[in-house]
């Protein structure tokens, strides 16, 4: 039985909109620079909403070829540069490994958005006959978990989860459930690009997107003048492997490891019944046998939305007390990549364990009334053996995991 | 057998010719077929103008106005069905404690249909690249994400366990509910909400399978038209529609004295990393995760009783999956029989996998195997009993189905009749 070999992160890749590899998103987000800027792929001035988080300087066309560049949307193309990079950095040659070893877990939380609107357009504008034949397998929620698993030949356990921002985390909850049945590879993470024109029309009607324009103070999660978030691109996608597997292969010890996970739900609106949030702490930090007081820093969901936000930080305080664990929300720098958030959250997890530092959440002005956390402003050093890393998808998705150091 | 595994108690289904279980298998029984020309939109311009549509009327199936409002017609279809499996497993809602009830719901497509009506309204049909968002309705955001689906499925349940929504294209029924048994099997819940739906016949679906010609175009005889196995077959007629299940740990079936249709005992999924809509002949990767299933579930393939193929009507998948069958099961190939009900309620994506769980459920409580319907003329290429045009009663101890779908995904899942490993 190798149910407790633990599951350890042995590459990470990242691409957000501060910066397009690992190294330029985490040197700009210990900065504190930010992603967010005016919408430039399109026109967006009929839109109540004028900012997002783009990812700018990603060039796919420089690792993915043009007959795939084609076949694929936006979403996958993310996925597909990350995950070679990731590779890469774990030191994987897939080809060196058995194929049914290998997975590839992903999430998504509204697919190739983009590609499918402009197939739609072509139908509705010119007709059945010009719809392209790569609509099929660009569009729908598995073509990056299929392209990654073609890509580099892995014929294992594969798999899609959608639970919008949620959704990052239950796909690597899901590899670490491969590793346990049979996998010794698992490609997870995330990665979403929610912003054509009518994926982000659709994203206006659910009236939590924040219509400021000030870059700088729109996405203020916590903050006295929350109004809601600014969406964007974008992820991070990671191998994971079972703690044999690395040290049997003579790599380094990885990132770090995956210790606990939970996911829970709300109650129907109106039930009056305590939100899932506290309940998904509770079990990721129990299944990682961790107590509350062991945790360093909790990179917090953040909605940027006051009632959401009021209700995760009354869940924080209920496990750990108030104001006693640092509380860092660092994607106000780049907006809510949705499937992809998540995972940026965690490789920041992993990042800060490796160079003992805490990103800080510099939207941050004065806290929300009622809000009683520790919340991280600036970058500050700080020695991470344990990180928290929350999630919460639209109408009641929670989840939560636990990352330790090695 | 293993350990790993969940009993199904309640089954609810949303089918094309059929809304509600008791039809739904009467119709699977005769050997009817549900596909006929496209009706829900004018396909006037279109190649494939066939599918097998489900006879909906929202209101007659119980959903108010305000739930027809903000739900897809696929949320719709996993409601109705959830109501009916919750109904029919007798688990009232505060029965069970929430937190121990998850949702494990898988779509291929999710909320295509509404997503392209409003875009014909925010575009001004296909007009504008920058759409006009005060044209769009309150609810479009629901559309946008699939998750949607699970969190409809939560609230009819008074679910507050692990919920998600699975989208493996094709193979996300059966990926779904093997998601759900386990949730259960490792102590994440001991109630799941299990299934899958897709309401996938609009303009845009049918637009792209015309493009790669994966869809029939036998539009003069569009109820004969899905045809796996028989040399006629020219591609998959489209279908829509929703099976969920009530999935329980055995121990909490048996203490509140649950009827069991079937236990859930075995489940692998394996890719075939070679195309995206491309199946080798040899079927290596499909009998792979079929060998793996019954690894897992601890059975040798003399022990099934029936075969639900994935059956889809390509020449494609039909010599694939024969062989995948020929290679996971051995001689015992040769003397199972294997059909599919793609050929009377058509390949609804991701839903489908679901309803051919819940046909195999009714199989093992039944004792009877549904038919290949339109079976008339057996491909001479391929050398398995396909089950043509009637059913047949058979002791369906243990039941294997199998799945197949764009993105190299193969799933194969196992059900036995309740109690049988224990008997073992």
Request: hydrophobic share 40%; aromatic share 6%; charged share 20%.
């Amino acid at each position: 039985m190798t149910k407790n070999r633990r599951t350890v992160f042995s590459g990470v890749s990242a691409i957000a909109p501060n910066g397009s590899t690992t190294k330029e998103f985490w040197d700009a987000t210990l900065n504190g620079v930010s992603g967010i800027g005016p919408i430039s792929t399109f026109d967006a001035s009929g839109y109540p909403v004028r900012l997002a988080g783009q990812v700018a300087d990603f060039a796919p066309r420089d690792s993915i070829d043009g007959r795939l560049m084609v076949q694929t949307d936006r979403w996958t193309q993310l996925g597909l540069v990350a995950a070679a990079r990731a590779l890469e950095d774990a030191e994987i040659d897939p080809a060196a490994l058995d194929e049914y070893d290998m997975s590839v877990i992903t999430a998504t939380s509204s697919g190739g958005n983009e590609f499918g609107q402009r197939e739609i357009q072509k139908l509705w504008d010119k007709g059945a006959r010009y719809v392209g034949p790569y609509q099929s397998i660009a569009w729908f929620y598995a073509a990056t978990t299929g392209q990654i698993s073609i890509r580099h030949g892995m014929k294992g356990a594969c798999g899609v989860l959608v639970g919008e921002q949620a959704g990052g985390l239950d796909a690597l909850g899901q590899a670490r459930r491969a590793l346990v049945d049979d996998a010794t590879t698992v490609v997870s993470g995330g990665t979403d690009a929610p912003l054509g024109p009518y994926a982000l029309a659709c994203h206006v009607s659910s009236r939590l997107l924040t219509e400021r324009q000030d870059p700088v103070r729109a996405y203020r999660p916590f903050d006295a003048e929350a109004d809601g978030y600014v969406a964007g691109e974008g992820g991070a996608i990671f191998i994971l492997e079972a703690e044999d597997t690395v040290r049997a292969r003579d790599a380094g010890p990885g990132y770090g490891v995956l210790a606990g996970y939970a996911a829970t739900f709300d109650p129907r609106p109106g039930s009056g019944r305590e939100p899932g949030l506290r309940r998904a702490i509770v079990r990721a930090l129990a299944d990682a046998r961790v107590d509350p007081s062991e945790v360093d820093v909790v990179f917090a969901d953040g909605l940027g939305v006051p009632e959401a936000d009021r209700a995760e930080a009354e869940a924080i305080s209920a496990v750990f007390g108030a104001r006693r664990v640092p509380v860092t929300v660092p994607k106000c720098l780049v907006g809510r990549l949705h499937a992809g958030g998540a995972p940026l959250d965690v490789a920041m997890a992993l990042l800060s364990i490796r160079d003992s530092v805490i990103p800080g959440t510099p939207s941050l002005g004065e806290l929300a009334p009622g809000i009683d956390l520790d919340v991280v402003r600036e970058t500050r050093q700080a020695t991470v053996r344990t990180a928290l890393v929350l999630a919460r998808g639209f109408e009641g998705f929670n989840a939560a995991v636990v990352i330790r150091s090695v | 057998m293993s350990d790993w595994g969940a009993v199904v108690t309640g089954v609810g289904v949303v089918a094309p010719g059929a809304v509600g279980r008791a039809a739904y298998w009467d119709l699977l029984t005769a050997g009817r077929t549900a596909t006929r020309g496209i009706t829900l939109f004018d396909a006037a311009g279109f190649q494939s103008r066939i599918a097998a549509e489900v006879d909906f009327d929202p209101a007659a199936a119980g959903l108010t106005p305000h739930e027809v409002e903000r739900m897809d017609r696929s949320a719709q279809f996993a409601v109705v069905a959830a109501r009916e499996a919750l109904a029919d497993a007798g688990l009232e809602p505060g029965q069970t404690d929430p937190e121990r009830v998850g949702v494990s719901i898988g779509s291929a497509v999710g909320c295509t249909t509404r997503l392209e009506d409003e875009y014909v309204m925010v575009s001004d049909s296909g007009k504008n690249w920058e759409v006009t968002p005060e044209f769009a309705t309150d609810h479009l955001y629901r559309a946008l994400i699939p998750s949607t689906l699970a969190v409809e499925v939560a609230w009819t349940a008074g679910a507050e366990g692990p919920t998600t929504v699975v989208s493996t294209g094709c193979t996300s029924g059966l990926d779904a509910v093997g998601h759900g048994v386990q949730l259960i099997s490792e102590g994440a819940a001991d109630v799941v909400i299990a299934g899958a739906t897709d309401a996938p016949i609009s303009p845009i679906t049918v637009a792209c399978f015309d493009a790669i010609g994966a869809t029939s175009r036998n539009n003069e005889d569009a109820a004969h038209s899905s045809r796996p196995f028989d040399r006629d077959r020219d591609g998959f007629v489209l279908g829509e529609g929703s099976a969920v299940l009530v999935l329980e740990s055995r121990e909490h079936a048996a203490r509140r004295g649950a009827h069991g249709y079937a236990e859930i005992i075995g489940f692998a999924q394996r890719s075939n990393a070679y195309h995206m809509t491309g199946l080798k002949p040899d079927g290596l990767d499909m009998a792979e995760a079929i060998e793996i299933a019954m690894r897992r579930a601890g059975i040798t393939p003399d022990m099934i009783s029936y075969v639900n193929a994935h059956g889809s009507g390509t020449a494609q998948n039909d010599r694939h999956e024969t062989a995948a069958v020929k290679k996971a099961l051995g001689e015992a190939a040769h003397r199972v029989p294997v059909s599919s009900i793609k050929s009377m309620i058509g390949h609804s994506l991701g839903a489908i996998g679901a309803l051919e769980v819940a046909a195999c459920a009714l199989a093992i409580e039944t004792d009877t195997v549904p038919p290949t319907a339109n079976l008339q003329h057996q491909d001479p290429a391929l050398d398995l009993d396909y089950v043509p045009l009637a059913a047949r009663k058979n002791v369906n101890d243990i039941v294997l189905s199998v799945g197949s779908g764009f993105g190299g995904f193969q799933s194969a899942m196992l059900l036995a009749r309740p109690g049988l490993a224990s008997r073992k």
